[in-house]
């Protein structure tokens, strides 16, 4: 494969369908062993969840493809809280990235890379206060060379 001849670009309304099927072969890959049925209820509530989210801009997504076939995906959500003391002066608007996937056949390219400096790039552009992610182990790597840093107060779930 000539990484020269990969392109990326930016997500469209016409591209709901790709993020969703991606999305769920992402998840499939960390939590396998899912129903059909389970698979087709979450396609349904992706397609709405991604047609809102790119009409409204609280989600850019960008797509590396390889002879005209979508070999990586990234997200940014944006949303919105009280800036802190490190956000003074800035919108409180903060991202959140997800969705990093790159089909196996192409890791360990660089696609992956490219794609998070596409996202933080626009996150640049919209002045994000910060913006954070969960890691899978496969990826920390990646981004803590685009300087990622482990979070100073850890992050803890709760299950509603």
């Given at each position: 494969?000539?990484?020269?001849?990969?392109?990326?670009?930016?997500?469209?309304?016409?591209?709901?369908?790709?993020?969703?099927?991606?999305?769920?072969?992402?998840?499939?890959?960390?939590?396998?062993?899912?129903?059909?049925?389970?698979?087709?209820?979450?396609?349904?509530?992706?397609?709405?969840?991604?047609?809102?989210?790119?009409?409204?801009?609280?989600?850019?997504?960008?797509?590396?493809?390889?002879?005209?076939?979508?070999?990586?995906?990234?997200?940014?959500?944006?949303?919105?809280?009280?800036?802190?003391?490190?956000?003074?002066?800035?919108?409180?608007?903060?991202?959140?990235?997800?969705?990093?996937?790159?089909?196996?056949?192409?890791?360990?390219?660089?696609?992956?890379?490219?794609?998070?400096?596409?996202?933080?790039?626009?996150?640049?552009?919209?002045?994000?206060?910060?913006?954070?992610?969960?890691?899978t182990k496969?990826?920390?790597?990646?981004?803590k060379n685009?300087?990622?840093?482990?979070?100073?107060?850890?992050?803890?779930?709760?299950?509603?």
């Amino acid at each position: 494969m000539d990484s020269k001849k990969i392109s990326y670009r930016k997500a469209e309304e016409k591209d709901i369908s790709v993020l969703t099927n991606y999305r769920i072969e992402f998840l499939n890959e960390i939590f396998p062993n899912k129903t059909e049925l389970e698979s087709e209820k979450l396609r349904n509530c992706l397609n709405e969840y991604f047609s809102k989210a790119l009409s409204d801009k609280t989600l850019i997504a960008w797509f590396a493809e390889y002879k005209n076939q979508v070999i990586g995906t990234s997200c940014l959500v944006i949303w919105k809280a009280p800036p802190s003391y490190s956000g003074i002066g800035k919108s409180g608007k903060r991202g959140y990235i997800l969705n990093m996937f790159t089909l196996k056949e192409f890791r360990k390219k660089g696609v992956a890379s490219i794609l998070l400096e596409k996202l933080k790039e626009e996150a640049k552009g919209m002045e994000l206060e910060f913006v954070h992610l969960h890691a899978t182990k496969d990826g920390i790597g990646v981004y803590k060379n685009i300087g990622f840093e482990e979070p100073f107060f850890p992050e803890l779930t709760l299950k509603i």
